[in-house]
């Protein structure tokens, strides 16, 4: 797989990083639990799709309805042992289709910055967003661990950036192991560019583009596009 173009930094610059702004976004959430109670939300508008359950019985808690009938993409996780040896600086771009917009998406979503330290064994992730600590993300053996804002936006999901994330950058021997039995992974490669699909009933739901310059990652049954690219 080609390697992004990154702004390298040094791995302890971003590991100390990384733990202030975990420790920063846990602080905010504390004194944000002490303010008061906000108003309840808008009940889901009728004749608006069912969620769909997870394996477990649970409801899928996704703010916007699937715009693919109501079939969201696997949440899948490859082994975090066959993490790959990354030190990242990027930007996080997050664009809903028309599709997702109707169904309750949100219109925008702010740039998110993200620091990203992995090895195998491990990933930590911090993300800011117009100057403050918004999300913190660690991924070990143990399982996965996060500290989030209230102002994120709920659709920006822990479980869902590492599907993402590691469908671009983990080897894809390893993906392919990790996703449901009734899926394909197809990886091609055109040009500078690899190419890598899951399909379901002959469709891609998930397709990543990589180049060494930009990620853009294309999610047709939830209705969004995420660009990774350097920080600049």
């Known amino acids: 797989m080609h390697s992004p173009l990154i702004a390298?930094?040094?791995?302890?610059?971003?590991?100390?990083a990384l733990s202030l702004t975990g420790c920063s976004v846990l602080r905010r959430e504390s004194e944000e639990a002490g303010k008061p109670a906000q108003p309840p939300q808008k009940k889901r508008p009728a004749g608006a799709k069912?969620?769909?359950?997870?394996?477990?019985?649970?409801?899928?808690?996704?703010?916007?309805?699937?715009?693919?009938?109501?079939a969201l993409a696997p949440v899948f996780r490859p082994s975090i042992a066959d993490a790959p040896k990354l030190t990242l600086d990027q930007q996080i771009r997050i664009r809903f289709h028309e599709?997702?917009?109707?169904?309750?998406?949100p219109k925008s979503v702010t740039v998110l910055r993200a620091l990203v330290v992995s090895d195998p064994g491990l990933l930590r992730a911090a993300f800011t967003a117009m100057g403050m600590n918004v999300w913190a993300i660690t991924w070990n053996q143990k399982g996965v661990e996060e500290s989030r804002?209230?102002?994120?936006?709920?659709?920006?999901?822990?479980d869902r950036?590492?599907?993402?994330?590691?469908?671009?950058?983990?080897?894809?021997?390893?993906v392919k192991k990790s996703?449901?039995?009734?899926?394909?992974?197809i990886v091609t490669n055109r040009g500078d560019a690899e190419i890598r699909a899951l399909i379901r009933n002959q469709a891609p739901i998930l397709r990543a583009v990589i180049t060494r310059?930009?990620?853009?990652?294309?999610?047709?049954?939830?209705?969004?596009?995420?660009?990774?690219?350097?920080a600049r």
């Open 8 to 16: 390298r930094r040094s791995l302890a610059a971003l590991l100390l």
């Open 50 to 70: 069912k969620r769909p359950a997870k394996p477990d019985g649970k409801t899928e808690a996704l703010p916007h309805a699937p715009v693919d009938d109501g």
């Open 99 to 105: 599709k997702a917009l109707r169904s309750g998406a």
């Open 149 to 158: 804002s209230p102002r994120l936006p709920a659709e920006v999901k822990a």
């Open 161 to 174: 950036f590492i599907r993402d994330f590691a469908f671009a950058f983990w080897p894809a021997e390893s």
């Open 179 to 185: 996703i449901p039995s009734e899926l394909d992974l």
């Open 213 to 230: 310059t930009l990620i853009t990652i294309m999610n047709a049954p939830e209705g969004y596009t995420l660009d990774i690219e350097a």
